[in-house]
T-cell receptor, first 116, second 118 residues
């Protein structure tokens, strides 16, 4: 089964600076999808960004971008110009490309603190 | 724009009691799933369904039952609550990947239920 590892339980960043959250995954599949979700104190799970494994170009969404290294099985999230509202738990997730496997696997999460 | 609706938001049970967590979605999603979230362990899949009448087990199914009689609803039943089931539970849904063009469909989550078993 695929596994997702987030090796940083906690990270902190100064407001307006840049922070990178790490994620690695283990899979034997060549086709899959990767996601980053944000969970603020409200407990809501919010999709931040997604990446298709067949795409070489890294996904970006405003201040959020990823560094997708398929050979290294690495999928890091970069947050630029950090804001107080970025403080949250961030989860990396993997979804198989197999048509009959809809399951999504999550890492343990990284708690991001933003210092004013 | 209801999305995925979970009830209740909070629940306290005594050991041995049973209860049902409700989940409903209005996006016509084929795939629905239940996760539990525990500190340091991320979200773990309990059960899932790819359509009405079809359910299957995830990583941690013991102590939980599900059914899917309609596309919209996917309740999770705790038959005999145990303190180990104290957790936050999330229901999530998405288009099924068997539908062409929806292979990268993300999961849409409910707001979670915090369950405490004493």
């Amino acid at each position: 089964a695929q596994t997702v590892t987030q090796s940083q339980p906690e990270m902190s960043v100064q407001e307006a600076e840049t922070v990178t959250l790490s994620c690695t995954y283990d899979t034997s599949e060549s086709d899959y999808y990767l996601f980053w979700y944000k969970q603020p104190p409200s407990r809501q799970m919010i999709l931040v960004i997604r990446q298709e494994a067949y795409k070489q170009q890294n996904a970006t969404e405003n201040r959020f971008s990823v560094n997708f290294q398929k050979a290294a099985k690495s999928f890091s999230l970069k947050i630029s110009d950090s804001q107080l509202g970025d403080a949250a738990m961030y989860f990396c997730a993997y979804r198989s490309g197999l048509y009959n496997n809809n399951d999504m696997r999550f890492g343990a999460g990284t708690r991001l603190t933003v210092k004013p | 724009n209801a999305g995925v609706t979970q009830t209740p938001k909070f629940q306290v049970l005594k050991t041995g009691q049973s209860m049902t967590l409700q989940c409903a979605q209005d996006m016509n999603h084929e795939y629905m799933s239940w996760y539990r979230q525990d500190p340091g362990m991320g979200l773990r899949l309990i059960h899932y369904s790819v359509g009405a009448g079809i359910t299957d087990q995830g990583e941690v199914p013991n102590g939980y039952n599900v059914s899917r009689s309609t596309t919209e609803d996917f309740p999770l039943r705790l038959l005999s609550a145990a303190p180990s089931q104290t957790s936050v539970y999330f229901c999530a849904s998405s288009y099924s990947k068997v539908v062409k063009g929806r292979y990268n469909s993300p999961l849409h989550f409910g707001n979670g239920t915090r369950l405490t078993v004493t």
